[in-house]
């Protein structure tokens, strides 16, 4: 048991499931949904499955879009404001781009370190790992999805889920 906590504190790296699950915590709430996701993605990782460690990577992260995306609907809907079509769209390209528009369109009621973040993280962050995603998804190379680019993948999305975080308590608490 004390092996394990000094573990966890050593190392973030996802080389270290404790020590990344103990960050991720530190860093974010994250639903069953994600942290299931999320603990498959670091067994695969640390068994050198790279391809799988991908999909699962951007299974969580997907997650934590639908978390903002039904929080983002449920307070539209709350204020009796319409729903942009492209929040029900089962393509996550869609969702994102509509998700996004959405959200600058609000820029104004956004705390400006909020919005700053948002801006500059959340469309390279669920960029990269959805491309990761898709390329061991939706083969169409021989070339293997490389342990540097799920390995990135995992290290962008403790702050992914921060992120995330961040806007569901802005859109509940501020979106207006």
């Known amino acids: 048991m004390l092996g394990r906590r000094a573990l966890a504190q050593h190392s973030r790296d996802p080389a270290n499931p404790d020590g990344y699950l103990f960050h991720l915590k530190n860093r974010a709430a994250i639903g069953p949904v994600t942290a299931s996701y999320i603990a498959e993605a670091l067994n695969t990782f640390n068994a050198a499955c790279f391809k799988a460690t991908a999909v699962m990577v ?3 992260a997907e997650s934590l879009v ?8 449920a307070k539209l809907q709350a204020l009796s404001q319409p729903v942009p079509s ?4 089962w393509r996550v390209k869609r969702l994102l781009a509509t998700l996004e528009a959405t959200i600058v369109g609000r820029k104004a009621s956004m705390p400006s370190t909020l919005f700053e973040r948002f ?4 469309p390279a962050f669920t960029h990269q790992i959805r491309t990761a995603r898709n390329e061991a998804g939706h083969p169409v190379s021989i070339e293997p999805v490389t342990p540097e680019e799920v390995h990135a993948s995992l290290l962008i999305f403790p702050e992914l889920a921060a992120l995330a975080g961040q806007l ?6 501020e979106y207006g």
């Open 58 to 60: 951007g299974a969580a």
């Open 66 to 73: 639908l978390e903002v995306r039904d929080g983002l609907v």
């Open 86 to 89: 492209g929040l029900s769209d």
């Open 119 to 122: 801006e500059a993280n959340w």
């Open 168 to 173: 569901q308590a802005w859109i509940a608490n």
